[in-house]
């Protein structure tokens, strides 16, 4: 802007001396000076060229960058959708291991209390033909015992198996028919609550009403676990699905309590690893599991 009021000074003083000097001619300064604003002038006009040049290249950089950072912050939203899709379906998987892992646990119970059975069963053989050998009348009820009564022999009469009636409720359980596996389970519960199994068949009905989303009552349930069956093979599942019941019903502090308690009581379970990857992703710092001891040599 002062480049170009110089000019103008400059065009305006030849301008006067040519008007009063006209009787002289155009003189030879006048002609220089002329000269020269005709120089400043392209000057400018070249300066204000190169400048509307180099604005045009900044305006283009400024473009590309914000091009540059738009598809940055889509690449940026999908990686997050993308994470959170994986997470949910990593979740969705371990839920799948662990039920799972749970059924074998399932399976390993039931063959256990089979080959009690059958052992026991052969004991009784063995100790009867014992007897018949010694030539002694077989053995009957303990002295002081008491006959159930008739009501409720005639409902034990009429159940299913325990076998069959557990097999079927976790059959059912694991195809997702989960109304006929809750009475199954009630029922096993029902006429076999003090078998090695009831404690299974009460996890399970916890576990129903868990993955149906009634998590109240399914608190109540893996509680009824943890005090009837403390040692079952259950304990450490129903403790892990409390605390994920209480995390879900907005209790976290119960909950992370649950998960921390469960680690400290079986601190190499699966049900402990799992317990601390899910306090992991609630940003909750867990103790490290201790070293395994060394037996001495």
């Given at each position: ?7 103008s000074g400059l065009a305006i003083v030849a301008i006067l001396f040519a008007s009063v000097y006209p009787a002289f001619g155009v003189s030879k300064e006048i002609i220089q000076l002329q000269t020269q604003v005709q120089t400043l002038s392209d000057q400018v006009a070249r ?25 940055m912050s889509v690449a940026v939203t999908d990686l997050q959708q993308k994470s959170q899709a994986q997470s949910a379906d990593t979740n969705s998987k371990l839920e799948q291991v662990s039920g799972q892992i749970q059924s074998l646990h399932d399976t390993v119970d039931e ?187």
């Amino acid at each position: 802007m002062r480049v170009r009021n110089h000019i103008s000074g400059l065009a305006i003083v030849a301008i006067l001396f040519a008007s009063v000097y006209p009787a002289f001619g155009v003189s030879k300064e006048i002609i220089q000076l002329q000269t020269q604003v005709q120089t400043l002038s392209d000057q400018v006009a070249r300066m204000q060229q190169s400048i509307d040049e180099r604005l045009g290249v900044m305006r283009n950089l400024v473009e590309q960058s914000a091009d540059s950072v738009n598809k940055m912050s889509v690449a940026v939203t999908d990686l997050q959708q993308k994470s959170q899709a994986q997470s949910a379906d990593t979740n969705s998987k371990l839920e799948q291991v662990s039920g799972q892992i749970q059924s074998l646990h399932d399976t390993v119970d039931e063959l256990k209390a089979r080959l009690a059975k059958i052992t026991k069963q052969l004991d009784d053989i063995q100790q009867g033909g014992q007897n018949l050998a010694a030539g002694q009348p077989p053995i009957s009820a303990a002295p002081g015992a008491i006959a159930p009564s008739a009501g409720n022999q005639a409902a034990a009469n009429s159940a299913p198996p325990p076998d069959a009636l557990y097999n079927n409720a976790l059959r059912d359980y694991n195809a997702g028919k989960y109304d006929l596996s809750s009475q199954e389970f009630g029922d096993y519960l029902k006429y076999y609550g003090t078998t090695d199994l009831a404690g299974n068949a009460q996890f399970y009905l916890a576990d129903i009403e868990y993955r149906q989303g009634n998590f109240d009552a399914a608190v109540k349930d893996y509680d009824k676990v943890l005090e009837q069956y403390p040692g079952g093979s259950k304990a450490a599942a129903a403790q892990l699905k409390k605390g994920y019941a209480l995390l879900e019903l907005g209790q976290r502090e119960a909950g992370v309590r649950e998960l921390n308690s469960l680690i400290a009581r079986y601190p190499r379970s699966i049900e402990a690893s799992q317990a601390r990857d899910r306090l992991k992703r609630l940003g909750v710092t867990t103790a490290t599991p201790p070293p395994p001891s060394k037996k001495p040599h």
